[in-house]
């Protein structure tokens, strides 16, 4: 980890994205295997929420497009570099959906950039899914029942807490999957680092997330409520056919 960090200190590389080589095998398995169950599962959501699934897909197109791009914009924050990465905003915008943009993303950012790695991508997938989807479903339990003067603080919350997730989960995938010899106390203080560095971008996002949950509100509500269902109940989509 202290070699990673002195890597993107001295390259600019983004220490968020865990690169080919940095954990075993194994966990790079269990790192698609989780980040392909949580696949899988957003697309069944997905077809069985709405007669033509297709017709989630500009939006998903567009929403993938803005993740890609905003992840590619660099900041930098000694030790390492910082990205953007907007993860409230896509369980907001997507719901189930967002894990199918972080995977895409992150595949053609592997591919065209090399940021992270073709073995890590379900380990990467993994901690940047998790908050979109948790930020979705907190966003679906808690948006109608918010007060309008409230709201903007739920976006804050889902924006800052979604990029910290991601930092808090990135942390444990690397301590856990370092050999026992290391210093673990100079692990702790490289992942602190780390943490520190995007605690600005936290509030960056939360403020960002907080602005557009209010502009759409006022604007296209409608737009944050397909967000909101994709579920069969109560989604704003026609139902598809259970059979």
Not at 70 to 90: D, E, K, N, Q
Not at 152 to 178: D, E, K, M, W
């Amino acid at each position: 980890m202290l070699c990673l960090v002195a890597a993107a200190a001295a390259s600019g590389v983004v220490v968020m994205h865990i690169p080919d080589g940095l954990v075993p095998p194994l966990w790079c398995g269990l790192g698609y295997a989780g980040s392909g169950g949580l696949l899988w599962w957003s697309c069944r959501r997905l077809q069985r929420a709405t007669v033509d699934p297709l017709a989630i897909v500009p939006r998903l197109a567009l929403l993938t497009a803005a993740f890609f791009t905003a992840s590619a914009v660099y900041i930098p924050l000694p030790p390492a570099s910082v990205h953007l990465m907007f993860l409230g905003s896509l369980g907001i915008l997507l719901g189930e959906g967002a894990m199918i943009a972080v995977v895409v993303g992150l595949f053609l950012q592997a591919v065209m950039f090399g940021h992270g790695g073709l073995t890590t991508l379900g380990l990467n997938a993994l901690i940047m899914g998790i908050p979109a989807l948790l930020a979705a479903a907190v966003f679906r339990g808690l948006w109608h029942r918010c007060p309008p003067r409230g709201r903007s603080l739920l976006g804050f919350i889902l924006g800052a807490g979604a990029v910290l997730l991601a930092v808090l989960l990135f942390g444990a995938v690397i301590l856990l999957s370092l050999p026992a010899p290391l210093d673990q106390q100079r692990e702790w203080l490289a992942i602190a680092a780390i943490g520190i560095g995007y605690l600005p971008l936290a509030m960056l996002e939360g403020v960002v997330t907080a602005s557009l949950l209010v502009f759409l509100a006022k604007v296209k509500p409608e737009f944050l409520s397909q967000g909101v269902c994709f579920s069969r109940e109560n989604s704003p989509y026609p139902t598809a056919d259970p059979r």
